[in-house]
């Protein structure tokens, strides 16, 4: 079955850097893009980036464009979303996803558990 499965979460001081790993197993991971997400308790799902099946077309949300950084190793099966300059506001819950396609739509269709990021002095 579909497994993502997230780490790399943990307590970072504002201004430093943090790298989320996401292990895909149970699917052709290189035949698929993926996207990172995050939730912060009380407040909606926030998209946070997301790249093509072979590692093009990195898009980002505009309160993360510059700091963060998607990628991927197809052949580790690994997505990894770097983060950088962390503020306060990037704590959160941050989970990978499967994207799918379908007529003129997408959606992201397995998600991960999560991984909690703490940004705190």
């Known amino acids: 079955q579909v497994q993502l499965v997230e780490s790399g979460g943990g307590l970072a001081q504002p201004g430093g850097s943090l790298r989320l790993s996401c292990a895909a197993s149970?699917?052709?991971?290189?035949?698929?893009?993926m996207s990172w997400a995050r939730q912060v308790p009380g407040k909606g799902l926030e998209w946070v980036s997301g790249?093509?099946?072979?590692?093009?077309?990195?898009v980002y949300a505009d309160s993360v464009k510059g700091r963060f950084t998607i990628s991927r190793d197809n052949a580790k099966n690994t997505l990894y979303l770097q983060m950088d300059s962390l503020k306060f506001e990037d704590t959160a819950l941050y989970y990978c996803a499967r994207k799918v396609y379908y007529a003129n739509s997408s959606l992201l269709d397995y998600w991960g558990q999560g991984t909690q990021v703490t940004v705190s002095s």
């Open positions: 790249l093509y099946s072979d590692g093009t077309d990195t």
């Open positions: 149970g699917f052709t991971f290189s035949d698929y893009a």
